[in-house]
């Protein structure tokens, strides 16, 4: 099947991204041995949301430069594959799983269609990977296609309340400035080009139950009281994080086929 337009826009948006960012905080995040969530670095060890992963196997849908593929691998992961379309993001990864000698494995697809075996792992990942930068209608059901019976999905992605108020330039305000009827589809082709997919609460429930998935746990984060705004992530200022939730994250079971 031929790609959807949008993975064009997102896979030249992460090559810059890459050349000027995520290749050098690659490196920082596969040295750090500690778990830690979003913009913010919110301590796993304070959110505790993962499952157990001791000698499960991981497949992380839009792993970018895999550095929490490799946390998860530090943590007990049996075997993490990262699935990602930028070759720009696998080469860091492969780069730095060879210097960290982890045994990590990479697949340069579309999370859409990732061409894995069914029913191959016990928990499908996403950290912004995925979780925002493909469909929901589609990455969902196949992370459903991928896990074996009672896996588990974990995804973080932006709070709604953040994107509700966030402008088509510029950073986040103290104001409702796009309407969440129709909130679904975004996208950005100022000079960070990209297409986001957000669904409301409501509308991602009914595609995670379509897809037989059950809600086990839900969290709403806020940055840290002594948080400073992003080194390169700037459109959500601290200030704002401290009073308004900027990501969530979902966890739920595939039910029994």
């Not at 049996?78 to 720009?88: F, I, L, S």
């Not at 991928?146 to 103290?174: I, K, N, Y």
Request: net charge negative; proline share 7%.
């Amino acid at each position: 099947m031929p790609e959807p337009d949008y993975v064009a826009v997102n896979r030249e948006g992460w090559t810059q991204a890459n050349a000027e960012y995520t290749d050098a905080q690659g490196e920082r995040a596969w040295a750090q041995e500690e778990i830690t969530w979003g913009k913010w670095s919110i301590p796993e060890r304070e959110v505790q949301v993962l499952p157990d992963l001791a000698d499960k196997d991981v497949v992380e849908l839009g792993c970018g430069t895999g550095y929490f593929g490799s946390w998860l691998k530090r943590a007990g992961a049996r075997r993490v594959v990262g699935v990602d379309v930028t070759p720009a993001q696998l080469a860091t990864a492969r780069r730095l799983n060879e210097q960290h000698a982890l045994g990590l494995e990479f697949v340069e697809a579309n999370a859409e269609d990732t061409g894995l075996p069914a029913e191959s792992f016990d928990l499908a990942f996403s950290e912004y990977g995925a979780s925002i930068w493909c469909d929901p209608a589609k990455w969902i059901p196949e992370a459903a296609r991928l896990l074996r019976p009672d896996g588990e999905l974990v995804f973080m992605r932006g709070a709604t309340l953040q994107m509700l108020c966030m402008p088509d330039t510029g950073p986040v305000g103290e104001q409702l400035v796009r309407p969440q009827r129709g909130l679904y589809k975004l996208e950005w082709y100022d000079d960070d080009p990209g297409v986001e997919f957000h669904p409301s609460v409501s509308e991602m429930f009914a595609i995670l139950r379509t897809n037989g998935f059950e809600l086990l746990d839900f969290r709403e984060l806020f940055a840290p009281e002594d948080a400073a705004d992003h080194e390169y992530y700037d459109t959500v200022p601290a200030e704002w994080a401290k009073r308004w939730p900027d990501e969530e994250i979902w966890r739920l079971r595939l039910r029994p086929r």
